[in-house]
């Protein structure tokens, strides 16, 4: 069949006949006898299948055959590429015919079945991944593949993955070698259909690209154990180096890792189609360093450790100097060495494995008298003094010592501590001064004892000299001039003698010498840092004048004054031996045995008293620091107050005080209760002002 000119048949349903001919004539004409075959009826089925619907290096690639009689007289065959989620033609292709003798030879009857391969690609430009697309075969009867026209539709596909879930994490910023490398993953099945892989270097502060890389992704079990709902998890991690790139100090940058379709660039061509993950950012801000020793030595000072900073990338000149109260006193630039143990700690600050150094000063210990710092410089200058970062270190001080011990007693404080300075040589003797709360100076002795082995000192303050020998221990007696203070102590170096002259002190913290709450026996007596007694608490014995006396408040109170001055009576047998009078003057007016009594008063129950103590001080009107003086030397106080608990008249035992109020045992409640001054001078005030003590 394929012999026969075809092409002057123009439709499928064309009737077609074979003429068996007998003729005298060449051609066929002439004189002849014809036999003509039954009607033959051409097959109409439309054949087809698609090899191929991929992307291929950013294009859709489209491969097939389309077998089948219909196409008789239309000789234009277009592949077009339709949007089945819209429901709109994308675009199309005219195809170029390929040989397929595989299907002729299945379907021999149909006329174009040896010709009826295509190849055509189309553009990703306008095309959503997450449609349905679906190819169409066309054979028309016109140019453009309209007209007359027969179809082929293969079934649709989709490419975007079932799980179109995005993640990635940047696990490796890594400087520290001077060039970047980056190490994370990036796992999501858009990979499937993006299969290029790219890592773009982004810099977010100026919003440019710097660099981008086409890498191979590498295994990652750990990411799939994570996502196993994601196919392409497992093999989704990436380690790649960008090189040197030109970074700029104090700039944000990105990691973008890119699926892409377009096998070159940066995978991004405005037409390819591509999923990104854009890492946190990576701020070039960092900088560290670390003095590993710092040590005086004959000549000087050695110095080792390391630095690094991200401003060293454009500021590419080390410098270590040496300050002395803030004053450069030496300088040396660095030649930066291997530390691969600050790049592991260190791995995305900038050529932190090469930061580690070791250096000597040449420096006159007494020229390195005042506090020291070193600063580690990047310059941009080659001398260091222009366009320079700074790293500053702590504080070294050199005038330095401790009281590691302070022990004290009613009649020695002993010191033992360590003491060391620079200009240990120029100022010979030491000294131990002893200072009041307000600087005044209270003793003063020479440290003989001194030079002690203190290796402990040497290995932490090994930049000042002789720290090996600075122990030192001293005991002095305690004066009468220091007791129930706050002092302060000195460790004078000088060149004089006597302790003055020249010379450079440390200073201890605050010395309790017996300050502070101290208790002595039932009594605590608070001090104030210069001495000052500012709180007085006696812990006396609580009675209750219940059940016994019911009126009898005044002769318990003074029972409770009496037992805690150490003599054994107790409320019934004072009460008994209470005077009584019709005046309170001169005795209990009443029986304090019933609900009925009335009171004494301080004169009236003054014999009692003493006959115990042997005296008794009326301290009716008395003012407040005699009252106080009484609490001081532990003697209780007696005050009759008014309006208390109910009653006209009524009998505490104060029992001590504070800055804000005065404490006392009620007789009444039993229990130890305070008040206010302001509320205890109403109270007494309204009964005359009444007190007793001895």
């Known amino acids: 069949m394929n012999s026969l000119d075809w092409s002057k048949v123009k439709n499928v349903d064309d009737h077609l006949q074979i003429v068996s001919r007998y003729s005298n004539a060449a051609n066929g004409e002439g004189d002849h006898v014809d036999s003509w075959s039954q009607p033959i009826n051409l097959d109409k089925s439309n054949n087809a299948y698609l090899d191929n619907f991929s992307i291929v290096n950013n294009q859709l690639q489209v491969t097939g055959w389309n077998a089948t009689n219909k196409a008789l007289g239309k000789h234009n065959h277009y592949i077009i590429l339709f949007d089945r989620t819209a429901g709109h033609e994308l675009a199309r292709q005219k195809a170029t015919a390929v040989a397929r003798p595989d299907v002729a ?27 349905e697309l679906q190819v169409i075969s066309r054979y028309s009867d016109v140019q453009n593949g309209e007209g007359n026209n027969v179809n082929y539709w293969y079934a649709p ?27 994370g993953w990036h796992a999501t099945d858009y990979s499937q259909v993006e299969s290029n892989h790219y890592l773009i270097l982004f810099d977010k502060s100026n919003n440019t690209q ?194 590691d011990n302070v022990q004290v007693t009613a009649s020695n404080i002993t010191v033992s501590g360590w003491r060391a300075s620079n200009l240990t040589t120029s100022k010979p003797y030491e000294y131990l001064i002893v200072l009041d709360n307000g600087g005044k100076e209270l003793y003063r002795q020479q440290i003989t004892d001194k030079d002690i082995t203190r290796n402990d000192v040497q290995n932490v303050y090994s930049y000042v000299l002789g720290t090996n020998k600075s122990g030192f221990q001293v ?79 005044e002769i318990t109170a003074v029972t409770m004054m009496l037992r805690y001055a150490g003599y054994n009576v107790n409320k019934i047998q004072l009460a008994n031996e209470m005077p009584r009078s019709n005046n309170g003057d001169y005795g209990f007016v009443g029986n304090p045995f019933s609900p009925s009594g009335w009171w004494i ?49 009524h009998a505490l035992a104060l029992t001590g005080y504070d800055a804000s109020r005065l404490f006392y045992n009620n007789p009444w409640t039993g229990r130890k209760e305070s008040m206010t001054y302001g509320e205890f001078y109403q109270h007494w005030n309204a009964d005359r002002q009444r007190a007793i003590s001895y």
């Open 475 to 553: 005991t002095l007696p305690t004066q009468a001039s220091m007791m129930h203070k706050v002092v302060k102590l000195i460790n004078r170096l000088t060149d004089d003698p006597n302790g003055n002259g020249n010379y450079i002190d440390v200073y201890s913290g605050p010395v309790s010498v017996f300050s502070g709450a101290q208790t002595e026996g039932k009594k605590t007596t608070t001090y104030n840092a210069d001495g000052q007694i500012i709180a007085v608490y006696n812990d006396a014995e609580v009675i209750s004048q219940l059940p016994e006396l019911p009126t009898g408040c």
């Open 157 to 183: 596909k989709k490419f975007t993955p079932n799980n179109t879930s995005n993640q990635g994490n940047l696990d490796n910023f890594n400087l520290s070698n001077g060039e970047l490398t980056v190490a």
């Open 105 to 131: 030879k299945v379907y021999p009857q149909v006329i174009n079945a040896q010709n009826s391969g295509f190849n055509v690609s189309f553009s990703l430009a306008n095309v959503d991944l997450n449609h």
């Open 210 to 403: 710097v660099a981008s890389i086409k890498v191979t992704n590498v295994a990652r079990p750990d990411v799939a154990k994570a996502y196993p709902a994601v196919q392409s998890a497992g093999q989704s991690g990436f380690n790649a180096s960008f090189g040197k790139v030109n970074l700029t100090p104090g700039h944000a940058y990105q990691i973008v890792s890119r699926y892409s379709t377009l096998a070159e660039g940066n995978g991004d061509n405005g037409q390819s189609k591509f999923t990104d993950f854009w890492s946190a950012p990576v701020t070039l801000n960092q900088q560290a360093y670390n003095i590993d020793n710092f040590s005086a030595t004959k000549d000087g000072f050695n110095v080792t450790g390391w630095v690094a900073s991200d401003q060293a990338i454009n500021k590419q000149n080390p410098y270590l100097i040496l300050l002395n109260n803030g004053k450069e006193i030496a300088r040396t630039k660095l030649s930066l060495t291997d530390r691969p143990d600050v790049a592991k700690v260190y791995p995305s600050l900038y050529n932190s494995q090469k930061s580690g150094f070791n250096v000597n000063l040449k420096v006159d210990p007494a020229a390195a008298n005042g506090t020291l710092k070193i600063l580690l410089r990047f310059a941009g200058s080659t001398d260091g003094n222009s366009n320079y970062s700074d790293q500053a270190s702590q504080d070294y001080p050199t005038n330095i010592g401790d009281f």
């Open 601 to 649: 008063f301080p004169t009236g129950i003054a014999p009692v008293v003493n006959k115990y103590v042997g005296h008794s001080d009326i301290m009716t009107g008395a003012s407040m620091e005699r009252i106080k003086d009484k609490l001081n030397q532990g003697h209780l106080v007696v005050a009759w107050v008014a309006n208390v608990n109910g009653f006209v008249n």
